[in-house]
């Protein structure tokens, strides 16, 4: 074990007679505080303690775009309560579920690698959840998931605290309908133009961010394919023409060329060499 190593370099542990005597009540100690916490705390002697704890396996993490956009998962007590480091610190008060990566990176002054490096962190020890960029332009609809909202009593106070405008309490039956009711081809600003959601209660920015934090509900987004690569594009589009092989999104596309997504649709709308994909 490594521990046996170090303390051998460090004070010749296992070649001494009278110390290496100690060996087996430690290790016994280790086992026992192992089952029961975790975690151990041993003395070895007047200046040497053992400190082990177990971690978990962890997955690898996942890959972070700049287009993507971390959510906080847990309280706020527990985000101020947890031992950053000073550049998770740094970028913390920009993580609001509304930045995209990139934007993170700019407002906190931190190089883009290293908020990569510190949201997989977060998503690791499960602070935070990757969602996608929010434009009235989008389009979402309800996930088989969106049942749990009717039976479980927990995910409905935490939705609605939530979902609410300032000084609003809305009702979850009416918080449900306005999930049910996303569907393909109805983006959030026309749900907004045909129900008054300020009146139901609701912020539409935190509803949308909520479902998807929660899986409520999938965002349907657009992927462009250009039929004739060997072709010349007019800018911006030219930059990004090798993105525009149906496997690169709108929020990707738009976070490269720092542009909205209507923007985008006007850039293509006249191209017939470029169809768009939804899924």
């Known amino acids: 074990m490594l521990f046996q190593q170090t303390l051998q370099l460090e004070s010749s542990f296992l070649s001494q007679e009278e110390s290496r005597s100690k060996l087996q009540s ?45 959510i906080f998962t847990c309280s706020q007590e527990d985000i101020d309560s947890a031992p950053w480091d000073l550049t998770i610190q740094q970028i913390l008060p920009y993580v609001n579920g509304f930045n995209h990566v990139k934007k993170i990176a700019e407002e906190s002054e931190v190089d883009n690698e290293i908020v990569k490096v510190c949201i997989q962190h977060l998503i690791l020890y499960a602070f935070v959840k990757l969602i996608t960029i929010f434009q009235y332009s989008n389009v979402y609809t309800a996930e088989p998931k969106i049942k749990l909202l009717l039976d479980d009593k927990v995910l409905q ?20 309908r306005l999930y049910c009711s996303l569907e393909a081809g109805l983006n959030v600003k026309d749900l907004c133009n045909r129900v008054d959601m300020k009146s139901e209660g609701v912020n539409e920015r935190t509803f949308i961010q909520y479902g998807l934090m929660r899986g409520l509900i999938h965002h349907l987004q657009k992927y462009p394919v250009f039929l004739r690569p060997d072709d010349s594009l007019p800018s911006p589009l ?22 909205s997504g209507q923007e985008l649709d006007k850039s293509i709308e006249d191209i017939q060499s470029i169809i768009v994909c939804w899924k």
Do not use: M, W
């Not at 939705?159 to 918080?175: F, T």
């Open 238 to 259: 030219d930059s990004i023409k090798s993105y525009l092989d149906g496997s690169h999104c709108y929020d990707e596309l738009c976070c490269k060329l720092g542009i």
């Open 157 to 176: 106070k935490e939705c609605i605290e939530y979902v609410a405008l300032q000084g609003s309490v809305p009702k979850i039956g009416a918080v449900f």
């Open 26 to 70: 430690i290790l016994c100690s280790v086992f026992k505080d192992f089952n029961r916490c975790g975690c151990c705390t041993i003395p070895i002697d007047e200046t040497k303690s053992l400190h082990l704890k177990i971690t978990p396996s962890l997955p690898d993490p996942p890959t972070i775009q700049d287009h993507h956009v971390p």
